[in-house]
């Protein structure tokens, strides 16, 4: 089983924000910053739901309602180009670049795929290096590692 806390949110349109993080709301009262926040377990079931079988291995794919509350039309294309990644396929950030038609965007793709507001669900963690290596994620290498291995990716790094 996956030990991690998450932060996760959903708006009545569907799941919002996942985060795994220590458990603190701050990072989420900064991204709903005009929202009032209310805590509703039931609102949050199916999505709990979801990821705990995904992090027991026994999910490959996420079948949520996403409401995507913020990012600029660039970051969102990036988002939905993450979607595309398959269960246990990776992708080099030069690869999303080119999917959304604008190749010499790789940096500002890292850019966008670090402020993903909807972790593991819109994939983040399958992007790596274009040598194979891994890079950044909001959740620390470690975080990514155990995703990838949920996942088959064998990493030699």
Same mark, same amino acid.
């Not at 985060?19 to 709301?25: A, M, R, T």
């Not at 010499?104 to 940096?107: G, I």
């Not at 890292?110 to 993903?116: F, M, P, S």
């Given at each position: 089983m996956f030990d991690r806390l998450y932060t996760i949110a959903s708006t009545e349109k569907g799941l919002a924000y996942v =985060?795994?993080?220590?458990? =603190?709301?701050i990072p989420l009262k900064k991204h709903f910053k005009d929202f009032d926040l209310q805590e509703?377990?039931?609102?949050?079931?199916?999505? /709990?739901? #979801?990821l705990e079988e995904y992090t027991e291995g026994s999910r490959k794919e996420f079948h949520l309602d996403l409401d995507i509350q913020s990012g600029t039309p660039f970051q969102q294309a990036?988002? #939905?180009a993450l979607l595309t990644i398959p269960f246990g396929q990776t992708r080099h950030y030069g690869? /999303?670049?080119d999917g959304i038609n604008n190749p010499?965007?790789?940096?500002a793709v890292?850019?966008? /795929?670090?402020?993903?507001p909807i972790s593991i669900v819109i994939p983040c963690h399958r992007i790596i290096g274009k040598n194979g290596s891994l890079t950044g994620y909001s959740g620390g290498i470690d975080v990514k590692k155990k995703l990838l291995a949920i996942e088959g990716v064998q990493q030699g790094v």
């Open positions: =985060s795994p993080d220590d458990g =603190s709301l509703d377990a039931s609102m949050n079931a199916g999505s /709990i739901k #979801q990036v988002w #939905q690869a /999303i670049a010499k965007a790789v940096r890292g850019g966008a /795929i670090g402020r993903n």
